[in-house]
């Protein structure tokens, strides 16, 4: 089972399209194309009412060239000399409705408190016709979540990080703590009262009790993790944490200072309005006009240092309105006089690349069922600095099914069971692996895991769905079951329809359609082949859902499936004619069908076995075993192109006494073919593939098959 239902799969999320109507005339369409924006910093604009900037990602509101103001997303480059991307989070003007963004006066007039979570996410409140506020946070250009949110007025965004955020309102004198849940739906919402607070991934921090103290409450496992003294001379008034640092303040003029969580210790720093980044805080000191950067990262809080010019102007505290900070391992980003926005390094060394939070999907992918037939493995991880990551998966053998790369703070990986070529990854048991290296400074991220894939594509003889093969039996009281293994190399459990006639043929097969349910081909005792539809590992009886492919059946005495021979993907199937010993190759239409016979092979007649066995040599092609008489086996390799290569031989002196021998697919979860042989007393055994077109020695499974009258 997936351990989050899919059921809730992102959660809250509502789309918003804002629609010409609302707009009026001249709308936005076309003001902010989302295109790639190589425009160098600083960045020119004839105003900017509202900034933050966080992972790499600076949202202002900004003029547009429709005349209305929006909410603009850049992507910054590392080296924040770059606008790589330039998107929208929203309209921030006034609707037809009368409804608008929040906004407090500033310096511009009236600015937007704008807050960036640093996964290319922003939040700030709206408000609707009737004046209630409610917080909301935008996702993409055309969605964002705020179901549930309360209405509320006075909102004010406390912290952001990734997916969890707090606010408060003075109408209700409340804070409020939630989470976007693109993903699977989680309840972490608290209601609480208006104290400091911070959030870093899932964790709140909040003052404690007695002075100085800060708690950290876990809002996954609901429960308080953590309790810290960080030395403050009073009840903490605000909290800033960034990674191993706890920012603390007394009040706007009040002592200040960090506290170091890894090594343990309380440092001294200037008081007054700050913004906190990775190892260092930035205050606007406005009677220099200066922004002024104290770098404590050695654990020492150095002289401030001033980074930029930056005005008094009129606003006492304009954090978030002309300048911000990048807490995720970024710079600082300010609004000059010339209404420019410049990014200025802050030359502080960042903590090495971490994890904040992850949201990581379940052990089981459906690609079958879903939302348009498709069902992803969608997983997130919020790191402290932007990086490049890779995503990969691999099968049984190693080989890899998908590589998905991508860059930023924020990594979200949805995976819809498809390789890179865009085909149906096989089923069965699969492993990830991310590998995050930061963009700038140091360290790596890596971390694994397993899942297993169905609705992908089948194995060979694999009508369950998961890879593994099944062993097809024919009782004289005509029950068709099917044999089903774990991966450990024994038939564990069954499942029988009744009501088959003796003298009937099965031929487990592949999907000869588009449900990736692998079909049964049965011959009956008429000589009329029939396609069962697939049923991903329901038995069949006589009137399950079936199609005619034809009559005269009957004039062959081998059928049997070898995997893929044409090189297209699908299951094939072979028929020798018992007047000839000729080999014919019936193709797989994808459609239902099989194409019109073509002959491959002539004269086998020497065979007194053929078995269609799959791919045993890890070509990607179905192969061919047969038994002469004086017991040689010999492999066929399938050449993708319809024909078999020469024959190798596998084994001498091999098979006298086995009356059964069947390509059963892989029964041991490795990934290899098997062979199920059984003997004249009855005795079941299976050889395990090497994977080199080869099988190991034989390993009893079973006694008493005797009585079945076909093995398949």
């Not at 194309?33 to 960045?43: I, S, W």
């Not at 003007?93 to 960036?116: E, K, T």
């Not at 409610?134 to 549930?148: M, N």
Request: charged share 20%; hydrophobic share 35%; proline share 3%.
């Amino acid at each position: 089972m997936r351990a989050r239902t899919s059921a809730a799969r992102r959660g809250r999320i509502a789309l918003t399209v804002v629609g010409l109507a609302a707009l009026g005339a001249g709308s936005l369409t076309g003001a902010v194309p989302a295109a790639a924006d190589t425009t160098p910093t600083p960045v020119q604009t004839d105003g900017v009412w509202g900034i933050d900037y966080a992972g790499g990602f600076l949202t202002t509101v900004e003029n547009t060239p429709s005349g209305y103001q929006s909410v603009i997303g850049r992507q910054i480059s590392p080296d924040g000399t770059a606008v790589l991307e330039r998107t929208r989070r929203g309209f921030a003007d006034v609707f037809a409705d009368g409804s608008h963004v929040q906004r407090v006066p500033c310096d511009a007039g009236s600015c937007v408190p704008l807050r960036s979570t640093g996964n290319q996410h922003v939040g700030y409140f709206a408000v609707d016709e009737h004046g209630k506020e409610r917080a909301q946070i935008w996702l993409t250009e055309s969605t964002s979540d705020s179901a549930d949110e309360p209405a509320v007025t006075g909102g004010r965004f406390v912290d952001a990080t990734g997916r969890y955020y707090v606010y408060q309102a003075t109408s209700t004198g409340k804070q409020y703590v939630d989470a976007v849940n693109p993903y699977r739906y989680e309840d972490v919402r608290l209601t609480r009262s208006i104290t400091a607070a911070s959030v870093w991934g899932s964790v709140l921090w909040t003052p404690g009790t007695g002075n100085g103290t800060v708690t950290a409450y876990d809002l996954e496992q609901k429960k308080t993790v953590q309790s810290v003294a960080t030395g403050a001379p009073c009840t903490v008034k605000e909290l800033q944490v960034v990674g191993r640092w706890i920012y603390w303040n007394c009040g706007p003029s009040g002592a200040a200072g960090v506290y170091d969580r890894t090594a343990n210790k309380s440092l001294t720093v200037p008081s007054g309005p700050a913004l906190v980044g990775d190892g260092y805080l930035v205050q606007h000191d406005r009677s220099a006009g200066k922004l002024m950067l104290t770098d404590y990262h050695t654990g020492t809080a150095q002289a401030a240092r001033a980074v930029a010019d930056l005005p008094a102007g009129n606003t006492a505290d304009q954090r978030r309105q002309t300048w911000t900070v990048d807490k995720f391992g970024g710079d600082i980003a300010y609004v000059g006089q010339d209404k420019a926005i410049r990014i200025v390094q802050s030359g502080v060394p960042t903590q090495s690349l971490a994890k904040v939070e992850s949201d990581v999907d379940g052990d089981q992918v459906d690609a079958r069922v879903g939302v348009g037939g498709s069902l992803t493995w969608d997983s997130f991880w919020q790191l402290d600095k932007p990086a490049d990551w890779t995503f990969t998966v691999k099968d049984a053998q190693g080989r890899t099914d998908r590589v998905i790369k991508g860059s930023g703070t924020s990594i979200d990986v949805a995976w819809d069971g498809k390789t890179d070529s865009g085909a149906y990854a096989s089923n069965g048991p699969k492993t990830w692996t991310l590998k995050a290296t930061a963009a700038e400074g140091a360290g790596t991220y890596t971390t694994s895991g397993k899942f297993a894939l169905t609705g992908g594509r089948q194995g060979h003889h694999d009508q369950g769905g998961y890879n593994y093969g099944e062993l097809v039996t024919l009782n004289s009281s005509g029950g068709l079951t099917l044999h089903y293994t774990e991966g450990k190399g024994a038939l564990d459990w069954k499942r029988s329809g009744s009501g088959w006639p003796a003298g009937t043929v099965a031929v487990p097969f592949g999907d000869m359609g588009s449900d990736r349910c692998a079909e049964m081909l049965v011959r009956m005792p008429n000589g009329e082949l029939r396609r069962y539809a697939g049923k991903c590992g329901d038995p069949y009886t006589p009137a399950s859902s079936h199609t005619s492919l034809g009559t005269g059946w009957n004039a062959y005495n081998v059928l049997t499936a070898p995997g893929d021979l044409t090189g297209d993907g699908r299951v094939d199937l072979l028929a020798r004619k018992a007047s000839t010993g000729d080999v014919y190759l019936f193709a797989n239409d994808g459609a239902g069908k099989l194409k019109a016979g073509v002959k491959i092979r002539s004269a086998w007649t020497g065979y007194t076995k053929i078995v269609g066995a799959g791919d045993l040599n890890g070509d990607g092609f179905g192969d061919v075993l047969a038994r002469d008489k004086a017991g040689t086996l010999y492999r066929y390799n399938g050449t993708g192109t319809g024909l078999l290569k020469e024959r190798v031989k596998v084994f001498s002196d091999w098979g006298g006494s086995y009356n059964s021998v069947v390509g059963v697919g892989d029964i041991t979860g490795d990934g290899k073919n098997d062979l199920v042989v059984r003997d004249t007393s009855g005795n079941l055994y299976r050889q395990d593939g090497k994977g080199n077109g080869s099988f190991g020695s034989r390993v009893k499974i079973g006694s008493g098959w005797k009585g079945y009258k076909g093995l398949f």
